[in-house]
């Protein structure tokens, strides 16, 4: 496992670096789960950190459950349980202007997975 | 050989009760018990509200995930699925001792303190007098019975529509909690369209819970911290350890914990009861004047076969169920009440004919974490976690459980097995006709129907395997004539005098409403003719 591969994806996640205790907790975690070795997508994506959010969705399309994917979603889950992101995860009465951002992300997302399957091939 | 007048199998509803029935008659009962409990995560879990847990609790990650990360690891819908890593001891070693082979049936049981009650969602509904006719269950001692156990484990419910189906005409039931924001807007819009929604055979109303909004008997009531996933909010939410814990201090009540009742002998000088002690493997022996199987229908079903040899298939009733994951999308964007509680919010009856009701169950989703949602959607990670952050408050899951009549296709039965420590496992045929298929899918629709009436839009309809529902029944029927493995109407194992059968395993229909309240009232039932006959 990289060193640097739990803040890589907290980051990615959250859009902020994340604290040194998340991250440890993460590499425990991966480990209890056995995901410890990264695949080429992993590692292209580690090496390659613009390339983690159009490989994401383009595997949350084709291949829910790549290695990449269950990582990503083992460091959601280690996230949402630390106080720290809570508000990150937790309902909260949201503006228009919140609903428009939401909706504009979405419609980013499918643009990214679109650019994901096309990379996807090479990575592979 | 007699050691006690009556040895009790299984500490689940049924048991439970069963055991406190024979209790209060006089008799001197053990209760024989895989026993399996939760020590490792009860004491971590803060008496807090899930958002206070969530916002100060740094160690909060080893009950939501588990201590080996279990919860987050990425797995298919299956049979527990919803088992949080506090009630993950309800499964303790059931695969390892309790063999099962299946290729299109997942059931799911139990060798815990407590059997599958002690995760039971705590919803509860009365059969109805065609529904207990069609059951097998007689009606005057099970409409006494019902009353007897609402008044043990507290009950609380509301007298709307729906309370037919859900409490029936049981006095002492305790208001309903309050409902959430998004649960109260689909219940405002049933008053508004109350007519058109009846016209189509469904009611609406609050379901009827185990769950105490009153004190009663020393027990709190809900305090509504929103964590019913995780653990017994002191008390409020019945199981049935609480029942076990009274009779405890009792002189004639005894408890063995780590035993797997394996078989029973029965002669003139009583019943010897086999087990296998499920610590060291060792072999134990009890000995009573009357047994009272409460093993839950696939443990009675084992030990039954065992005991008798009989190479037979035994038939097998099971809700199918399917749930609709749906938004409410007047509530997206919207925050969520601190206090509040996890459990079924409404539920909805759809009644064709007086025993053909079909049930459905609405909850909000929130202390089950979001992160179980992500994996769900066709979006990478980060986009997933803000769509359903920001949706999270008007998302619910709609449950749809169909009533099942004995059809051909659905059987268990006993086969060896040399890697099992039992020696044997349980095989399990269970397929719907293509008639209840096909049935089933358009009596779904209309329910998908029936909650956009409501305002709140079907995204998917999931269907987890067979066995899903964990309702399960009619493996030793009911039977008026003298046949073998049948039950005879007062609860008795046809060919033993003594053995007694006082879990679901009789029934001979399974109607889709909750079957734990109506399983625990025939324990009771079976239990009190044992003791009136002494």
Same mark, same amino acid.
């Given at each position: 496992m990289s060193s640097?591969?739990? =803040?890589?994806f907290?980051?990615?996640l959250l859009?902020?670096?994340?604290?040194?205790?998340?991250?440890?907790?993460?590499?425990?975690a991966a480990?209890a789960l056995?995901y410890?070795t990264?695949?080429?997508?992993?590692r292209?994506?580690l090496?390659?950190?613009?390339?983690?959010?159009?490989?994401?969705?383009?595997?949350a399309?084709v291949?829910p459950?790549a290695?990449l994917?269950k990582k990503l979603?083992?460091m959601?889950a280690?996230?949402e349980t630390r106080?720290?992101?809570?508000?990150?995860?937790l309902?909260?009465?949201?503006?228009?202007?919140? =609903?428009?951002?939401? =909706?504009?992300g979405?419609?980013r997302?499918?643009v990214?997975a679109?650019f994901?399957?096309?990379l996807?091939?090479?990575?592979? | 050989?007699?050691?006690?007048?009556?040895?009790v199998?299984g500490?689940g509803?049924?048991?439970?009760?069963?055991?406190?029935t024979l209790?209060?008659?006089?008799?001197r009962?053990?209760?024989?018990?895989?026993?399996?409990?939760?020590d490792?995560?009860?004491?971590l879990?803060?008496? %807090?509200?899930?958002?206070?847990?969530? %916002?100060t609790d740094p160690?909060q990650?080893?009950?939501?995930?588990?201590d080996?990360f279990?919860?987050?690891?990425?797995r298919?819908?299956?049979?527990?699925?919803?088992l949080?890593?506090p009630?993950r001891?309800?499964?303790?070693?059931?695969?390892?001792?309790l063999a099962?082979a299946?290729?299109?049936f997942?059931?799911?049981?139990?060798?815990?303190?407590?059997?599958?009650?002690?995760?039971?969602?705590l919803?509860?509904?009365?059969?109805?007098?065609?529904?207990?006719?069609r059951?097998?269950?007689p009606? /005057?001692?099970?409409?006494?019975?019902y009353?007897?156990?609402a008044?043990?484990?507290g009950i609380?419910?509301?007298?709307?529509?729906?309370? %037919?189906f859900?409490? !029936?005409?049981? /006095?002492g039931?305790?208001?309903p909690?309050?409902?959430d924001?998004?649960?109260?807007?689909?219940?405002?819009n049933y008053?508004r369209?109350r007519?058109?929604?009846n016209?189509?055979?469904y009611?609406?109303?609050?379901?009827?819970l185990?769950?105490?909004?009153?004190?009663?008997d020393?027990?709190a009531?809900?305090s509504?911290r929103d964590?019913?996933?995780y653990?017994?909010?002191?008390?409020?939410?019945?199981?049935?350890a609480?029942?076990i814990?009274?009779?405890?201090p009792?002189?004639?009540?005894a408890?063995y @914990?780590?035993?797997?009742?394996?078989?029973?002998?029965?002669?003139d000088?009583?019943?010897?009861?086999?087990?296998l002690?499920?610590?060291?493997g060792t072999q134990?022996?009890?000995?009573?004047?009357r047994?009272?199987?409460a093993?839950g229908?696939f443990? /009675?079903?084992r030990?039954?076969?065992?005991s008798?040899?009989?190479?037979? %298939?035994?038939?097998?009733l099971?809700?199918?169920y399917t749930?609709?994951?749906?938004?409410v999308a007047?509530?997206?964007?919207?925050?969520m009440?601190?206090?509040t509680?996890?459990l079924?919010?409404?539920?909805l009856?759809?009644?064709?004919a007086?025993?053909?009701?079909?049930? !459905?169950?609405?909850?909000?989703?929130r202390?089950?974490?979001?992160?179980r949602?992500?994996?769900?959607m066709?979006?990478?990670?980060?986009?997933?976690?803000?769509l359903?952050q920001?949706l999270?408050?008007?998302?619910?899951?709609? @449950?749809?459980?169909h009533?099942?009549?004995s059809?051909?296709?659905?059987?268990?039965?006993?086969?060896?097995?040399?890697?099992?420590p039992?020696?044997d496992?349980?095989?399990?045929?269970?397929?719907?006709t293509?008639a209840e298929?096909?049935?089933?899918?358009?009596?779904?629709r209309e329910f998908?129907?029936?909650?956009?009436?409501? !305002?709140?839009?079907?995204?998917r309809?999931?269907h987890?395997?067979? @066995?899903?529902s964990?309702?399960y029944?009619?493996?030793l029927?009911?039977a008026?004539?003298e046949?073998?493995?049948?039950?005879?109407p007062d609860?008795?194992?046809?060919?033993s005098?003594?053995?007694?059968?006082?879990?679901?395993?009789?029934?001979t229909?399974?109607?889709?409403?909750?079957?734990?309240l109506?399983?625990?009232?025939?324990a009771h039932?079976?239990?009190e003719?044992i003791?009136?006959r002494g």
């Amino acid at each position: 496992m990289s060193s640097d591969e739990a =803040a890589s994806f907290g980051r990615y996640l959250l859009g902020r670096e994340i604290d040194a205790a998340s991250c440890d907790l993460y590499r425990t975690a991966a480990r209890a789960l056995a995901y410890g070795t990264a695949d080429r997508i992993t590692r292209f994506a580690l090496r390659n950190p613009w390339s983690i959010a159009p490989l994401d969705g383009a595997l949350a399309l084709v291949q829910p459950d790549a290695p990449l994917r269950k990582k990503l979603l083992l460091m959601a889950a280690i996230l949402e349980t630390r106080p720290d992101y809570c508000d990150d995860f937790l309902p909260r009465d949201r503006s228009v202007r919140d =609903a428009i951002a939401v =909706a504009a992300g979405v419609a980013r997302a499918g643009v990214l997975a679109a650019f994901g399957m096309l990379l996807l091939p090479f990575v592979r | 050989m007699s050691d006690f007048d009556c040895i009790v199998v299984g500490s689940g509803a049924s048991g439970a009760m069963a055991a406190q029935t024979l209790i209060e008659g006089g008799a001197r009962v053990a209760m024989l018990d895989g026993g399996y409990r939760d020590d490792r995560y009860a004491p971590l879990i803060p008496q %807090r509200t899930f958002v206070e847990i969530r %916002r100060t609790d740094p160690g909060q990650f080893r009950y939501f995930l588990g201590d080996g990360f279990e919860s987050a690891a990425f797995r298919k819908v299956g049979a527990g699925a919803q088992l949080t890593p506090p009630r993950r001891f309800i499964v303790e070693r059931v695969d390892e001792l309790l063999a099962t082979a299946s290729r299109s049936f997942t059931p799911l049981e139990s060798l815990a303190f407590g059997g599958l009650a002690a995760g039971w969602g705590l919803m509860c509904g009365v059969y109805s007098a065609s529904e207990l006719e069609r059951a097998s269950l007689p009606k /005057t001692p099970m409409h006494d019975a019902y009353q007897i156990v609402a008044d043990r484990i507290g009950i609380c419910g509301a007298g709307d529509d729906a309370r %037919r189906f859900t409490v !029936g005409d049981l /006095t002492g039931i305790q208001p309903p909690p309050p409902l959430d924001p998004t649960a109260a807007r689909l219940a405002a819009n049933y008053e508004r369209r109350r007519e058109a929604i009846n016209a189509r055979g469904y009611v609406l109303g609050r379901p009827a819970l185990a769950l105490l909004t009153q004190p009663k008997d020393g027990r709190a009531a809900t305090s509504l911290r929103d964590m019913e996933f995780y653990s017994d909010d002191g008390g409020a939410a019945w199981r049935p350890a609480a029942t076990i814990a009274r009779l405890a201090p009792h002189p004639n009540f005894a408890y063995y @914990g780590g035993e797997l009742v394996t078989r029973f002998h029965e002669d003139d000088g009583g019943i010897a009861v086999e087990a296998l002690d499920v610590r060291d493997g060792t072999q134990r022996r009890y000995g009573c004047r009357r047994l009272v199987l409460a093993a839950g229908v696939f443990g /009675t079903a084992r030990i039954v076969l065992r005991s008798s040899g009989a190479d037979a %298939r035994l038939p097998l009733l099971c809700n199918d169920y399917t749930y609709v994951p749906s938004l409410v999308a007047g509530r997206v964007g919207r925050s969520m009440p601190e206090r509040t509680q996890s459990l079924t919010q409404l539920a909805l009856f759809h009644e064709r004919a007086s025993a053909d009701v079909a049930v !459905g169950t609405i909850f909000s989703y929130r202390s089950l974490l979001l992160f179980r949602l992500l994996r769900e959607m066709p979006l990478g990670v980060r986009d997933a976690r803000i769509l359903m952050q920001y949706l999270l408050s008007g998302f619910i899951i709609a @449950g749809f459980d169909h009533p099942q009549e004995s059809t051909m296709g659905k059987h268990v039965w006993r086969a060896p097995d040399g890697s099992s420590p039992t020696g044997d496992r349980l095989e399990i045929a269970y397929d719907l006709t293509e008639a209840e298929r096909r049935d089933h899918r358009e009596r779904e629709r209309e329910f998908a129907g029936v909650l956009r009436a409501l !305002g709140a839009w079907p995204l998917r309809r999931v269907h987890p395997p067979l @066995g899903s529902s964990l309702h399960y029944a009619g493996t030793l029927p009911f039977a008026n004539e003298e046949r073998s493995l049948t039950l005879a109407p007062d609860g008795r194992l046809r060919g033993s005098r003594n053995v007694y059968v006082a879990d679901a395993s009789g029934f001979t229909f399974l109607p889709a409403k909750p079957v734990t309240l109506s399983l625990m009232a025939n324990a009771h039932r079976v239990a009190e003719g044992i003791a009136r006959r002494g």
